[in-house]
């Protein structure tokens, strides 16, 4: 039985395919989601964190690393010794490897394993998953990550998926501060910004922000909210982690870890990452259409 902790955005569509591939048990802190989830895809909700103390397979997809560490020092004492658990959390590298001695001690091998491609990557299946941690468990549950990947690199020890992740969502932030500025200059300049897409998505400044964001979600003026911006805006911190760690002094990656806190903070936890685009619509008084 595979225990999968945390029906949010992301967790919801990933624990239903797991269930199309073994039974899994799901538990959320607001408890209708696992009932309204049990009804819809066949999971089994459970009330309690500990009732998943007889799961051989423990997945989190929750917040941050914080919620992560909560969620095991409830369940972890109840867990059999050869369980492994599965972190799909965008999580911190350092706390995460504390974390893993902690359940080691009690003979539970911990896996990060954070994922990219968004609401719609997860509910297809086709996530990208970077996991960190030993080879021979990644081994052993590879059907898992398969049920929500397509693509699976194990990256290598204990946190590196975590690392990998944070850098991945940085260089995200990058693109989005890069293509509103610049965006935001040529609607000044009498250039729409979709028809400067239309440009650089022919041409060497495309990105997955130019080519689907922008084009989805700005020019649309929908900021639909599938991945809030104070989680991006956490995933920055992290890689500012990730630069400290390396002694990689990173001016760039540490300014949009400025900018994109702040945004996080003037636009509220219900802003789409997207929307972190609106900032510099108002600072530069154009709309991006
Ligand atoms: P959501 O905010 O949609 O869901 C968060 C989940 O965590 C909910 O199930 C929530 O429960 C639960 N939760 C929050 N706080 C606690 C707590 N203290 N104790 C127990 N459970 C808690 O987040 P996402 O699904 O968007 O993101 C999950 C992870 O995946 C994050 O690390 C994020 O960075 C990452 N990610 C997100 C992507 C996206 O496109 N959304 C893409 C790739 C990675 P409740 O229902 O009660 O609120």
């Known amino acids: 039985m595979i225990g999968f902790i945390g029906l949010g955005a992301m967790g919801r569509p990933m624990a239903a ?22 009804a819809e895809h066949g999971t089994h909700a459970v009330a309690d964190l500990e009732d998943l103390g007889d799961c051989q ?22 867990l059999a010794g050869g369980t492994v658990w599965i ?18 001690g009690r003979g539970i091998a911990y896996l990060d394993a954070p994922v990219s491609g968004g ?17 021979e468990v990644v081994a052993d549950v590879r059907w898992c990550l398969e049920a929500v990947g397509e693509r699976i690199v194990h990256v290598g020890p204990l946190g590196t998926g975590h ?24 609607t000044a300049a009498g250039v729409s910004a979709s028809l400067a897409l239309e440009v650089i998505n022919g041409s060497s400044g495309r990105s997955f922000v130019t080519e689907r964001l922008f084009p989805e979600r700005v020019t649309t003026r929908t900021f639909p909210n599938t991945f809030a911006l104070p989680l991006l805006a956490k995933d920055v ?36 990452h997207t929307a972190l685009v609106q900032v510099v619509e108002r600072a530069a008084d154009v709309e991006l259409t």
Do not use: F, Y
Request: one cysteine or more; aromatic letters at 2%.
């Open 17 to 38: 395919n797991l269930a199309a591939v073994a039974p899994t048990a799901v538990w959320n802190r607001t408890a209708t989601t696992a009932q309204q989830h049990a």
């Open 57 to 78: 397979v423990i997945i989190t997809c929750l917040p941050t690393t914080d919620e992560v560490v909560q969620v095991a020092g409830r369940l972890a004492p109840v």
């Open 87 to 104: 972190d799909h959390t965008s999580g911190d590298p350092a706390a995460s490897r504390d974390l893993a001695a902690d359940l080691v």
């Open 119 to 135: 609401t719609d990557g997860a509910a297809a299946g086709t996530l990208t998953v970077m996991v960190g941690g030993d080879a």
């Open 163 to 186: 690392a990998t992740k944070a850098v991945n969502n940085a260089m995200l932030a990058t693109s989005l501060w890069a293509a509103a500025e610049g965006l935001a200059a040529l």
């Open 237 to 272: 911190r992290l890689a500012g982690q990730v630069l400290d760690d390396a002694q990689v002094s990173g001016e760039v990656l540490r300014l949009i870890q400025r900018l994109t806190a702040a945004a996080a903070d003037e636009l509220g936890p219900d802003a789409d």
